[in-house]
């Protein structure tokens, strides 16, 4: 296992955000390198407080065990949209924030031999667990029109269809099984224009990370999950880092929020729906100059956050 090189985004104000109480009980659902479990666990009592950090990559459980060592702090090695069922049978049943540090870590990005980047030449993986359906699968088992909409979709690639073809017609040939190979298939797809402005291939290796991970669905369950399991006054805390799932966040962060759902012309309210949450912030956190100076990949991150206010929209 290479050595684990990662820089936390948004680190202070997303453990800021969860307003770490000593005797707290809280979940980092995407461990990563540590850095937030480590910020959360350092401020918890040890006697009385306790962080619990999931992450479904072994290397990762492993780099954050030797961060934290010491610390009131539990790894576990699961997809964060497991945390309830993980924390039942801890006995935990209620815990005072969440926070979810979603998208692909620095370290997957820059070991080569993981097949994330599509600067260097690897086996097309992307795994981030390192089992199950890889990116090699999807690029030489998927139908034409699947692929078309995975791109289309995930990747938010308007040059989908000509990528798709392009995928399908090389590996009647032959099977695609490198991430330049794949990366030169995608930058000969595309308009000469495209190539000159920036790296083409982008969008394709993301929707493909994100289908071979699941990391919509995963997030979509987990969203529900993580709201559930906090405690009234809790907090959610949630960095994403493309638009599709942002947009995801901020449309279940409004589910939360909303309130009265009578008609506006009902003189007054009769269906007695109160608001579940309340966001801790008025628009997302983004990165500041310095943190844009010192780490590139945090310019495209957003934090939103919520706090609940009740258990059910009818509660009083």
Do not use: W
């Amino acid at each position: 296992m290479s050595e684990f090189k990662h820089i936390s985004v948004l680190l202070h104000e997303t453990v800021g955000a969860l307003n770490v109480r000593p005797d707290g009980i809280y979940v980092d659902g995407t461990a990563g390198g540590g850095g937030h479990s480590y910020e959360l666990a350092r401020q918890l009592d040890p006697q009385k407080g306790r962080l619990y950090a999931f992450d479904r990559d072994p290397e990762a459980i492993a780099a954050a065990g030797k961060r934290l060592e010491g610390l009131p702090a539990t790894l576990i090695h699961a997809t964060f949209d497991e945390m309830k069922e993980q924390l039942e049978e801890l006995g935990i049943k209620k815990v005072d924030g969440v926070m979810l540090d979603l998208g692909v870590s620095s370290r997957q990005l820059d070991e080569a031999e993981r097949g994330f980047s599509y600067h260097n030449d690897a086996p097309l993986d992307m795994r981030m667990s390192g089992e199950g359906l890889s990116a090699r699968d999807v690029v030489n088992g998927y139908s034409y029109e699947r692929l078309r909409t995975i791109l289309f979709d995930y990747g938010e690639e308007k040059f989908a269809p000509a990528i798709a073809k392009a995928i399908v017609s090389a590996r009647e040939k032959k099977p695609i099984e490198t991430t330049l190979e794949l990366a030169e298939l995608v930058k000969a797809s595309v308009p000469q224009r495209v190539r000159r402005e920036k790296n083409p291939c982008k969008k394709t290796f993301q929707a493909i990370r994100i289908e071979v991970n699941d990391e919509l669905g995963q997030l979509d369950r987990a969203m529900d999950t993580a709201f559930g399991l906090l405690k009234v006054g809790g907090r959610l805390a949630v960095i994403t880092f493309h638009s599709l799932e942002d947009r995801m966040v901020k449309r279940r962060f409004a589910e939360y929020t909303k309130g009265c759902t009578c008609p506006p012309d009902f003189p007054q309210c009769v269906c007695g729906r109160k608001p579940r949450g309340e966001q801790v912030f008025r628009k997302p956190v983004t990165a500041s100059d310095e943190e844009l100076d010192n780490n590139n990949r945090s310019r495209s991150a957003k934090l939103r956050a919520i706090e609940k206010l009740r258990e059910n929209a009818t509660d009083e």
